[in-house]
């Protein structure tokens, strides 16, 4: 709100209108949420380009598929799919190996998210069109939708990329040159941007609410501050000096000699004589806007000067909403074991998949072993003590870009693992008026920032070097997994968290400085 001296009569009056911002924004989140139903229900994200005459593959959404005369590649069963079912048919379990590779079912649940979200978004819209500005929490429902609605366009888009770098490959549906991605993925990408556009023109409009809402919700106990001011009755229970005797209540100006810091207690409630107002709500509003008054000041006119500070600002919020999906990010990439696959689709592929830490095989030949007499089958851990062998082919699983790989981003998840401590301190129990908040919020953004370079330093060397001839067997048909996406979005995330934390500290020392700066203005003019 800012240090402004202004009269009791001063104070705006509520407005019930919405703003061009805020019904700008219900009507983009009404059709994202439209487009992002209709593409979660339909069933042409891959279709056929139709220039075969006879596919097994017509079309495939996230929830049903459509095949024609398609049988199982690798098992010649009897049994032949046609016409359209949903993917979890029972008829379906024969081939579930080849319907629900690791990135389907990384889209599904992705996309699952952003729906999910956007329906708990649709209830915070309802409650804003609904509720007007006299309502406490006005401010907090405008807020929350445009988060709700950006984790969400967030959460598809991380589905799309997916979607679009492996659905249209050759890892899956047959045919897969003959395969173009459908209308309903292009239906979810224009959701995904009116999400990503009414999210953000929620916060704004959370921004205009706020700057003209907060006095307007407090406009009646400002004016019973003033009275009891006037009247002396707060000055003699904080036992501060008056700088003018206190005589019976009058139309003279009374004013406390330095600045008074309140707190949220009844008793004061009481001795400012505001169990004596007709409407119990006031007490109960003066209660919560005394908790969050940090000076109250007075000029030779008996106005107030007051500064309200709330407990994070916008870019606190984004910082800690980034960091939590930064969070579990990195703890999934972490402990996947897909950083690296095998084409699913040939049979004698020798790798299945590759984590930082977890290896799966199909059939592995010892690479020290020339006359290939043993195999290693399975998932195992890189440091697995129990399968016979193991331990000497760490010098082929391990060569030195794994290693840098795995230094780097365990700094990162460790990084990010302290950062839960200082955020959760953040959230719960630090406010503005600690004294080490400042320092608490910049030591979380440089931790951030330093942990999404080591991310980004892992997921670079990986890319460069992973999936090179010479290494894996099977080069030709490894791609790189879902894994190794989320990894990339982690260090996304964890620089953008940081960044959002310093901005945080930013304003905070801004707010400090001012705050000092008017105190000794309002010093020097007393003692003028």
Same mark, same amino acid.
């Given at each position: 709100m800012g240090n402004s001296r202004r009269s009791r009569l001063d104070v705006p009056v509520i407005s019930m209108a919405k703003s061009r911002n805020g019904l700008t924004a219900v009507g983009l989140s009404v059709l994202g949420a439209f487009l992002i139903l209709l593409a979660f229900t339909t069933k042409s994200w891959l279709v056929t380009d139709g220039k075969l005459e006879h596919p097994k593959f017509e079309r495939i959404g996230l929830w049903v598929v459509c095949f024609k005369e398609f049988e199982d590649s690798h098992h010649w069963y009897d049994t032949r799919f046609h016409s359209c079912w949903w993917v979890f048919e029972e008829e379906y379990y024969i081939i579930y190996d080849i319907l629900f590779k690791g990135f389907y079912i990384a889209t599904q649940f992705w996309f699952s998210a952003c729906v999910l979200l956007t329906v708990f978004g649709l209830f915070y819209t309802t409650l804003y069109m609904y509720l007007n500005r006299a309502y406490e929490r006005y401010v907090q429902i405008l807020f929350t939708a445009g988060i709700l609605y950006i984790a969400a366009a967030i959460c598809s888009t991380i589905a799309l990329i997916i979607f679009g770098i492996d659905g249209d490959s050759r890892v899956w549906m047959p045919h897969w040159e003959h395969n173009d991605i459908g209308w309903s993925y292009g239906v979810a990408v224009a959701g995904t941007i009116a999400l990503y556009v009414s999210g953000v023109l929620y916060i704004i409009n959370n921004f205009y609410e706020d700057d003209n809402v907060t006095v307007a919700h407090w406009r009646r106990a400002v004016e019973a501050v003033d009275r009891a001011f006037r009247d002396g009755h707060l000055c003699m229970f904080l036992g501060l000096q008056p700088t003018q005797p206190i005589h019976k209540p009058g139309p003279a100006s009374r004013a406390c000699s330095e600045a008074v810091t309140l707190s949220d207690n009844p008793i004061v409630i009481n001795q400012l004589g505001l169990n004596s107002l007709a409407d119990r709500w006031t007490a109960n509003l003066f209660s919560k806007f005394a908790s969050n008054v940090t000076k109250f000041m007075f000029d030779d006119n008996n106005h107030s000067t007051y500064i309200i500070m709330k407990k994070r600002s916008l870019a606190g919020n984004v910082a800690l909403g980034l960091y939590v999906l930064a969070l579990v990010f990195v703890f999934i990439s972490f402990f996947s074991t897909s950083w690296l696959v095998s084409d699913g689709r040939i049979t004698g592929a020798k790798l299945e998949s590759f984590g930082l830490w977890t290896h799966c095989f199909r059939s592995l030949p010892d690479p020290n072993d020339p006359a290939e007499r043993r195999f290693f089958v399975g998932c195992h851990w890189i440091f697995d003590p129990f399968t016979k062998g193991y331990d000497e082919i760490k010098g082929f699983?391990?060569?030195? *870009?794994?290693?840098?790989?795995?230094?780097? *981003?365990?700094?990162?998840?460790?990084?990010?693992?302290?950062?839960?401590?200082?955020?959760?301190?953040?959230?719960?129990?630090?406010?503005?008026?600690e004294k080490r908040f400042i320092q608490i919020t910049f030591a979380l953004g440089i931790t951030l920032i330093v942990s999404g370079v080591c991310a980004a330093i892992a997921v670079l060397i990986f890319a460069l070097f992973a999936n090179r001839p010479g290494w894996m067997p099977g080069h030709d048909n490894n791609f790189f997994g879902w894994a190794f996406g989320v990894a990339i979005a982690s260090f996304f995330a964890l620089l953008a968290s940081g960044a959002f934390y310093l901005v945080e500290t930013n304003i905070q020392v801004k707010k400090r400085k001012y705050l000092k700066e008017s105190q000794t203005k309002f010093d020097m003019e007393s003692k003028g």
């Open positions: 699983l391990l060569p030195f *870009y794994i290693v840098a790989t795995q230094f780097f *981003y365990t700094i990162a998840f460790l990084g990010t693992l302290v950062s839960a401590v200082g955020s959760s301190m953040f959230l719960l129990c630090c406010t503005p008026d």
